[in-house]
């Protein structure tokens, strides 16, 4: 991924989002698997949940740190520079429940990430090349 963070506008009562969000929670169990493998540092685990600070609502991506029963232990790697009281570095628990969506990159091969492939087909066919390459993927699993 590049080190300048993107942040796109979805409305969470857009169906298609809504869908994103299903099929994260439906497969849960994958990405709890692959967190437990050996190859987890490896593929840059990571959560979205909704973050709140103050009168800011954003969807984040934290870094996966480790399972717990009911969800995970996430550290913040970015954050919308109008959240006050949220910096990169916190450590943020995530209930199964509070989790958006959930990617795991293997060299650049993607697994998981349903709102980041709803994000792409989002853009005109011109812009996937940019967007592929600015969060490191080349291949979608």
């Known amino acids: 991924m ?27 169990a994958e990405f709890r698997h692959y967190l437990q493998s050996s190859q987890a540092a490896e593929g840059y685990p990571c959560v979205k949940t909704r973050l709140t600070s ?14 717990t029963p009911s969800g995970f ?7 919308p520079p109008e959240f006050k009281g949220i910096q990169v570095g916190d ?6 429940d509070g989790v958006m969506d959930w990617m795991v990159n293997q060299n650049g091969v993607l697994h998981g990430g349903f709102s980041l ?17 600015h969060i490191g993927v080349s291949e979608y699993a």
């Open 73 to 79: 232990i996430a550290s913040v790697f970015e954050i």
């Open 2 to 28: 590049t080190d300048e963070p993107l942040f796109i506008a979805i409305r969470d009562s857009d169906p298609a989002f809504q869908q994103t969000v299903r099929d994260a929670q439906a497969s849960l």
């Open 54 to 67: 103050g009168k800011e609502t954003a969807f984040v991506w934290l870094l996966a740190v480790r399972a």
């Open 91 to 96: 450590m943020v628990e995530v209930s199964d």
């Open 117 to 133: 492939r709803y994000q792409r087909s989002l853009l005109p066919p011109e812009k996937h090349a940019w967007y592929d390459q």
